[in-house]
């Protein structure tokens, strides 16, 4: 079939048609924009500030460099990847790194001019599947906690090759698998009891909550995805599991 109207699509545990996904998922940004970085906070109990920092480790920013964070919500990773230039700006010569945070929710990208702190960024509105870039412009491209929202996965992922440099790097955290039973379950109790009712009591909104612990079950597990990567044409595909697999970072190079 052709007609996406006509095709469902997952949005946490529900089947819906798949021309309705994107509207869902960004009422549910929309929702949870303002109340955003605390919840995340609460959520991973800080965690996801480590995994982030590991991602930017592994993007090994370099003066002068180009970053598109698709997805970016209010910048934490184009905010590490300028500051990591940076220090290697100190010992090094070269021009400052810049970024862009793609988003396709204008409410994300406003809390996130609210933080301030965003010297060298530019935040634009785009969707993952049509990225408002030029192809071969980017050094760097990354996205966090982001590729599970988005309908249409084999899009956006060309696209995300698509404005890569060649021999430019992607990176894609994600959550994923725990990969031991013992701690899938202590995952699934905290997710599916603590994260709706944090969402309930912080950001009034449960429901955005219980679809984010959906979503992640219904994402595929670190290799099905490794292999979407490859499908997409990214080279030399790696997957590094952060906390037992609860998250996953997922590299590929444009070759
Ligand atoms: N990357 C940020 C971080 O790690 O903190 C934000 C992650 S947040 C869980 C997911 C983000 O994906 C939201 O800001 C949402 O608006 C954005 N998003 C969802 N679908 C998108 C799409 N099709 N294109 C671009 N952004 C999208």
């Not at 006509?6 to 949870?32: H, M, N």
């Not at 300028?82 to 406003?110: F, H, W, Y």
């Not at 992640?216 to 597990?221: L, S």
């Amino acid at each position: 079939m052709t007609d996406t109207q006509s095709r469902t699509t997952s949005f946490g545990f529900r089947e819906v048609p798949t021309g309705e996904k994107a509207g869902l998922v960004r009422g549910v940004f929309d929702k949870s924009a303002r109340r955003y970085d605390l919840m995340n906070d609460l959520m991973s109990l800080g965690i996801h500030r480590a995994w982030k920092d590991m991602t930017i480790e592994r993007a090994n920013p370099q003066p002068g460099e180009k970053l598109i964070d698709v997805a970016g919500g209010t910048g934490d990773l184009a905010r590490a990847f300028i500051a990591k230039a940076e220090q290697r700006r100190k010992t090094r010569s070269g021009e400052p790194a810049t970024a862009i945070v793609c988003d396709i929710n204008e409410q994300m990208l406003l809390a996130g001019q609210k933080r301030g702190d965003d010297e060298g960024i530019d935040w634009i509105v785009g969707d993952a599947e049509d990225l408002p870039f030029e192809d071969k412009s980017a050094d760097c491209v990354t996205i966090a906690f982001g590729i599970r929202n988005v309908t249409n996965r084999d899009k956006a992922l060309a696209e995300m090759r698509r404005v890569l440099k060649p021999a430019g790097r992607f990176l894609c955290l994600e959550f994923s698998r725990p990969t031991t039973r013992a701690l899938e379950r202590i995952y699934d109790a905290w997710s599916f009891n603590a994260i709706p009712r944090l969402g309930e009591a912080i950001a009034k909104d449960r429901d955005s909550y219980q679809y984010l612990v959906e979503s992640i079950r219904r994402f595929p597990n670190q290799d099905a995805f490794a292999d979407e990567l490859r499908v997409a044409g990214f080279g030399q595909v790696g997957v590094t599991n952060y906390s037992g697999g609860i998250a996953a970072l997922h590299t590929g190079w444009r070759i």
